[in-house]
């Protein structure tokens, strides 16, 4: 298959994508040493500073919530690639002098061994980093070990949590308290019909039928464990999903959850609303309301066809740190 993308050259790709993301949202964020996006109005340094890592292709995915409320700093790797460590290390050092650092790291092999390296030699120069892992995907299995278990989109509104937390000036072990208590109870399933082709190859990262789906994939591609299957309607597709993720979370009647379905790149959103439907309603039905809700492109995978679901309890806690004002590119709260 010809790809049919509008670029330049291909090892250019995340300079070039970072320099017009900056140019952009110049009131929110700036560019530093080509992969380092920071907050265009820093924080206070009696504050915590949150910052996370991860490949470039998945935009806005993850330097697109950075901003006042938020992320403090996003390290930037090239297309579906963790940064190295010293991009890493770099980035740490310019909050050395905060009230503390919280490193939010999806589980995947790159970002982890990277992260733990750059942590490693943060503490020889006297920098205190704190990390937070996220691994919701239940792709696995609800009981497979975290290790097993992938971070996918539920790193955004924990990194909203969090990054309100860390704005009203709460303390690294309250931020984490909160964090580790929404990350607990949080999980993401995902969908996928037609996988995406990486920019720099042009090789596309999977295969489906056209007249397939899997329930599971990963974002990149990678399967989820139980293969495709045959293409079924949205209301199934929705059902499916949203009662494994209620048995994930094991949420009951009475709880209140944040409910998130995040295109992948090539979904609309007239799909993306009828999917939401359907799983709003099946909550409804168990008696589990929706306190917090979002349909939108959080994180994607270039061109690929399909969604995340995101589902997690919330408290009045938690539910008060969603709402608190932000105002990233990619997520504004008023």
Known sequence: MVMKKFINDPSQLTPELLQGFALCYPNQVKVISEKIVLRANPKTKDKVAIITLGG??????????????????SVVGDIFAAPGAPKVLEALRLFKDYAGIILVVLNHAGDVMNANMACMMAAKEGINVHKILTAEDIAPGINAPIEDR?????????????????????SVDEILAVGEKFNQ????????????????????????????????????GEGGGNGPEPLQ????????????????????????VILIINGSGATTLMEMFIIFGKAYNVLKEQGISVGFSRCDEILTVQEASGFQMFLGIIDDEIQALLNAP???PYWVTR
């Open 326 to 328: 932000s105002n990233a």
């Open 56 to 73: 470039a292709g998945h935009e806005p995915a993850l330097s697109g919530f950075v901003g006042d409320g938020m992320l403090d700093a």
């Open 185 to 220: 109870k949080m999980a993401t399933l995902a969908v996928t019909l037609k996988v995406a082709t990486h920019p720099q190859s042009g090789q596309e990262t999977g295969s489906l039928a056209d007249n397939e789906m899997e329930i599971g994939m990963g974002q990149h």
């Open 233 to 256: 309607s949205a209301d199934s597709v929705a059902e499916i999903m949203v009662q494994k993720l209620i048995a994930a979370i094991k949420a009951q009647s009475g709880d209140r």
């Open 150 to 170: 992938r971070g996918l989109g539920g790193c955004v509104p924990l990194i909203k949590v969090i990054g309100a937390a860390a704005e009203q000036g709460k």
